[in-house]
């Protein structure tokens, strides 16, 4: 009986004491519920502090200059960055399963050329799904009359067919990666130059064969609308 009382003290007091680790203590951040403890783990990788998550609009015309950028109390999102993409990817790998755990969201966004290095915002969003990203960046291609909701519509059924992961989301661009590949990559090729823009001509020289090569050898997807 004296052991099975020593086993239980020491049982609260490992709980009692990591209740009261400020490491393990719950901020609420801009609509988000997250560990603090994560949260500077995370900061001390990518060296920069976070920001709440801003949505810039701009006027298209050379007359009206007003900078229309303002905070959407609605995105419940954080901003980390600019971050180097060789460190920003991986933490993405290494933190997503652990966010989408939480009901949070990370993906890569804003994509900017620095020197010979590419750099992105990484961000941190609330999160019901996956594809909740998408719908925060209102992801659509105008131009083939796809809207946000087909997207993740097509998305939706990749998942569950094949497995992937949305890396970066633009507002006329997506990356994935997937984690197995379609059995029939000719047929998954032909939909794709029906659903977005896939630069046949630029990048696998007017040939499927080689789109097909490209997509086997990284398992990882661009698309464009």
């Not at 180097?84 to 939480?102: F, H, K, M």
């Not at 197995?180 to 001509?201: R, V």
């Not at 020289?205 to 097909?212: A, R």
């Amino acid at each position: 009986m004296k052991l099975i009382h020593v086993l239980w003290m020491f049982f609260f007091l490992s709980v009692n004491l990591k209740a009261q680790d400020p490491g393990n203590e719950l901020k609420y951040i801009n609509g988000m519920d997250i560990s603090s403890g994560l949260l500077s783990e995370i900061e001390s990788k990518v060296r920069v502090s976070h920001r709440p998550m801003w949505f810039y609009f701009y006027v298209d015309s050379i007359i009206d200059t007003t900078d229309y950028s303002y905070t959407d109390s609605f995105s419940h999102g954080l901003v980390f960055g600019p971050v180097a993409e060789n460190i920003a990817n991986p933490i993405l790998e290494q933190y997503r399963s652990i966010l989408a755990g939480l009901n949070l969201g990370m993906f890569l966004t804003n994509s900017s050329n620095k020197g010979s290095s590419i750099q992105y915002d990484l961000c941190i969003i609330k999160a019901s799904d996956k594809f909740e990203g998408i719908r925060k960046m209102g992801t659509a291609g105008p131009d083939m009359d796809i809207k946000t909701d087909d997207i993740i519509e097509v998305l939706k059924k990749w998942d569950e067919e094949f497995g992937i992961q949305i890396n970066i989301i633009e507002s006329n661009s997506l990356t994935l990666s997937f984690n197995k590949l379609p059995s029939d990559l000719n047929a998954f090729g032909q939909f794709l130059q029906t659903f977005c823009y896939l630069p046949m001509d630029e990048v696998y020289g007017g040939d499927l064969k080689n789109f097909e090569k490209e997509f086997q050898k990284t398992q990882t997807l661009n698309l464009y609308w």
